[in-house]
């Protein structure tokens, strides 16, 4: 008998985006490079060559990209600014034209009665600012508090929920040892350093918006996938600990905790530093809300030779996978939320991310695009999300990525993880049938899982 689920009065049902995932025109009207641009245009870094120029013209498509949030009745919309818009040179002079961007949107947002979730930083960092050693020099937190500080003082009488960072662990992982995202560094000896300004800039933005005097929610949205052993050999437990200690427990303990996990050392060894003891005071700052991205779960091996965690996911032989190669694994979302609430005091929580890259079939006749494992991945995650409500996690709402098909960052436009297919070549935009399941599932407050 399946049994009649209750999401929360009040929760919060809606879409994600970022900005060089979407906007294109990363150059127009003064706003100033970030590292992507040069990313993009170096041969080699981007499938097909594909680049962030135009993405899904959302910096020109946007009246007409909200029409669609109205049409599948989001109530909510998270999106994050574009730092080199507003700060051409990530510090100092304000573009007008870039601020009045983002201004605008959060009005039209508004008057369709669909909540603005702002991101400060979805990894487009000013190029500027990575001449000046960008994640590696200390400096950013207090420029990353500036950046901030012009965005609250615009917005945060329309703003009621920040959060500063989206993903601290990609861009340290991606950015800075393995060299597969932007600005393509690959050093064992810079990922910590980065990571940890990260966390510093983190905790700046949020002193600075308490400072001013914020009263509206700041938060930080992480990735977080569980890690499980392939057996209970103590080298494979202590694997899945090394790879938990990295990508999750890495990010939370210092927020939260105000420490580093103890295992991270055993990850990094030599290449990780000691850090000064107020960095961690500016870190715990206390936050409103995690936003938990959440797409997969890996079963890790011992294996000396799989830097840096010295563990290897094991493909599970009855699973479905997405295109970008994930098992739908959808109890490791129960079992990440009741892990962050128990761990770190049961804080409010958004899924600020969910969802799957699979092979959409072309438009049918009609207009129909046929998309059943998208909306099987949506059913099976978001009853796994009930489950942790009734566990007693303290869910308050839960954004689908992606509103539209775009650049999925190395991967091109080669995964489409839209509710909303994107045609590339004509820019049109088709309501995908998860896109209808989804305002259904608005519509009953989750009642139609
Ligand atoms: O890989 C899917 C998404 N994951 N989180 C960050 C987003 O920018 C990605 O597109
Ligand atoms: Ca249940």
Not at 8 to 22: C, K
Not at 144 to 168: C, H, I, Q
Not at 323 to 346: I, S
Not at 351 to 369: K, W, Y
Request: aromatic content about 12%; some cysteine; glycine content about 8%.
């Amino acid at each position: 008998m399946t049994q009649t689920i209750r999401f929360p009065d009040g929760f919060l049902w809606g879409a994600s985006t970022s900005a060089y995932q979407i906007e294109g025109s990363p150059l127009a009207d003064g706003a100033g490079p970030s590292i992507w641009q040069r990313f993009v245009h170096t041969p080699g870094n981007i499938r097909d060559g594909d680049t962030g120029d135009i993405a899904c013209d959302h910096y020109r498509r946007w009246e007409q990209d909200v029409e669609l949030m109205k049409q599948i009745g989001l109530q909510a919309y998270r999106f994050s600014i574009n730092w080199g818009r507003v700060l051409p040179q990530g510090r100092g002079a304000v573009n007008q034209a870039g601020l009045d961007f983002y201004d605008r949107l959060v009005d039209r947002l508004l008057a369709n009665g669909i909540k603005p979730m702002v991101t400060l930083f979805h990894w487009d960092l000013p190029e500027a600012l990575d001449n000046q050693g960008g994640w590696l020099n200390r400096d950013i937190a207090d420029w990353f508090a500036d950046y901030a500080r012009v965005m609250y003082g615009k917005l945060d009488d329309r703003v009621t929920s920040w959060a500063t960072l989206n993903e601290p662990w990609v861009v340290a992982d991606g950015g800075y040892l393995h060299g597969t995202l932007a600005p393509g560094h690959r050093n064992r000896f810079e990922a910590p350093i980065a990571s940890h300004n990260l966390l510093r800039a983190h905790g700046a933005a949020v002193k600075a918006y308490r400072e001013m005097g914020g009263k509206h929610d700041i938060g930080i949205v992480v990735n977080i996938e569980p890690k499980y052993p392939a057996t209970n050999s103590p080298a494979d437990v202590d694997a899945a600990a090394r790879a938990h200690a990295y990508m999750n427990a890495q990010y939370l303990d210092p927020v939260f905790l105000g420490r580093y996990p103890e295992k991270i050392k055993d990850v990094y060894g030599e290449a990780w530093p000691e850090w000064p003891a107020e960095d961690f005071e500016l870190i715990k700052q206390p936050i409103d809300f995690v936003g938990v991205n959440y797409y997969t779960r890996s079963v890790n091996k011992d294996d000396a030779l799989a830097y840096p965690v010295r563990a290897t996911p094991l493909r599970q032989t009855s699973a479905t996978y997405t295109e970008t190669g994930w098992e739908v694994y959808a109890r490791g979302l129960t079992d990440t939320l009741t892990w962050v609430a128990q761990r770190y005091g049961n804080p409010p929580l958004y899924i600020t991310e969910n969802g799957a890259a699979f092979f959409d079939p072309p438009v049918a006749e009609g207009g129909r695009i046929n998309d059943p494992l998208r909306v099987d991945y949506y059913q099976k995650h978001l009853r796994a999300i009930h489950d942790a409500i009734e566990a007693g996690v303290d869910m308050r709402g839960y954004c689908a990525w992606s509103l539209l098909d775009n650049l999925e960052w190395a991967h091109g436009f080669s995964k489409r993880f839209g509710l909303v297919h994107v045609n590339f070549a004509t820019q049109e935009r088709t309501l995908k049938d998860s896109a209808y399941y989804y305002r259904e599932l608005i519509a009953s407050n989750g009642k139609v899982l």
